[in-house]
């Protein structure tokens, strides 16, 4: 039973988070007015990432939340707000681990193999549904 309320308790923060992207993205985007770059996802990547470094700290340093508001907090709520926050965390324990090399493989390899990934899934979709 402890799983089931662990799950759904990720899954109400990822309701809350989904939301609040969408929100908050949209938001940003209209009154930028931009139609190039798009400033919503930008607001939400660094203001998750801002978060996610704060709550981390009193994690660590503070023992602030429960298990379960940790859960409700950093992997549901943020972690559909944008799992960019996670991406950054862990990059920064890298660094901060003294592992810079495995950082710098980590967080290039992921934003080049995920670009790839990007344009090879339209790669796909066009053959597929010419």
Known sequence: MDVVIRLCTI???GFVGAVLRYLVSGWVQDRSG???IPYGTVAVNLSGCFVIGLL?????TRSF???ETRAFLLIGLLGSFTTFSTFGNETLTL???GRMDIAALYSGGQVVTGVFMVWLGRLLAAAVWR
């Open 56 to 60: 981390m700290f009193l994690v660590e």
């Open 34 to 36: 931009s139609v190039f």
């Open 65 to 67: 939340f429960s298990v």
């Open 11 to 13: 899954g109400l923060g």
């Open 95 to 97: 660094i901060r681990s």
